[in-house]
């Protein structure tokens, strides 16, 4: 299996633009994680969804950030319009159910740096 | 990666020597508990797990202590290697809706 895959790796953005970060789940896993992670605060759970549908968006910043999952392999966490706080690393990661023995897998991120 | 950074509690090994990276949880309530270990540029990798029936979970080289008197967690490696140098993480369900929740992480370099 390849594992979560996460594109693009590195995102380098001027303030105002549009960002979209992308990823493809592990196949089967019915749970989709966007963490987002700063030195300051570590890792945030921004949205999940299950089976497609989003369950808890609690821990998206703000309007400007919306995630969508159109299918069980993409998704997508757009920013319209960036601003230089959401420079960060942005981790997509999958699992097979939530709770005990299921444990998250993490793409290697993208790199969002806003200027 | 972002996760290392100058604030985290760093524990510097000499290579061969055995390493104990410590974690104290927050919720009494969790019964599932994860570490990972994130590498510079690359995300968070599953190491080992231990539900809350137990107390010991071994793993190749890495052995996961849980004691929930005190709800502290532990991960023993043993014989450190230079690929061992990352940023740990401790992990528990018990966070929101049963998710996890992930402390700050630890930071380990290992000594040549």
């Known amino acids: 299996d390849a594992g979560v895959i996460q594109s693009p790796r590195h995102e380098v953005t001027e303030m105002g633009q549009e960002v979209t970060l992308r990823c493809k789940p592990i196949?089967?896993?019915?749970?989709l994680f966007w963490y987002r992670q700063t030195m300051m605060r570590g890792l945030e759970l921004l949205i999940y969804?299950?089976?497609?549908?989003?369950?808890?968006d609690s821990g998206m910043p703000e309007d400007r950030f919306s995630a969508k999952m159109p299918n069980a392999s993409f998704s997508t966490l757009k920013i319209q319009p960036s601003e230089p706080r959401d420079s960060a690393v942005y981790f997509c990661?999958?699992?097979?159910?939530?709770?005990?023995?299921?444990?998250?897998?993490f793409g290697n991120g993208t790199r969002l740096t806003v200027t | 990666g972002e996760s290392v950074g100058l604030h985290l509690p760093t524990l510097s090994v000499q290579e061969g020597d055995n390493s104990i990276i410590n974690c104290a949880y927050s919720?009494?309530?969790?019964?599932?508990f994860i570490w990972y270990k994130q590498e510079s540029g690359k995300g968070p990798q599953f190491i080992i797990d231990?539900?809350?029936?137990?107390d010991k979970r071994q793993g190749q080289r890495v052995t996961v202590l849980l004691n929930k008197t005190v709800k502290h967690l532990s991960l023993q490696i043993a014989a450190t290697q230079p690929g061992d140098s990352a940023v740990y993480f401790c992990?528990?369900?018990?966070?929101?809706?049963?998710?996890?929740?992930f402390g700050k992480g630890n930071q380990v370099v290992v000594i040549p």
């Open positions: 231990i539900r809350s029936n137990m």
């Open positions: 196949s089967g896993h019915d749970y």
């Open positions: 919720n009494s309530a969790s019964d599932y």
């Open positions: 992990a528990e369900n018990g966070g929101k809706n049963n998710r996890l929740a």
């Open positions: 969804f299950n089976n497609n549908v989003p369950i808890d």
């Open positions: 990661a999958s699992s097979q159910r939530t709770g005990t023995g299921s444990p998250l897998h």
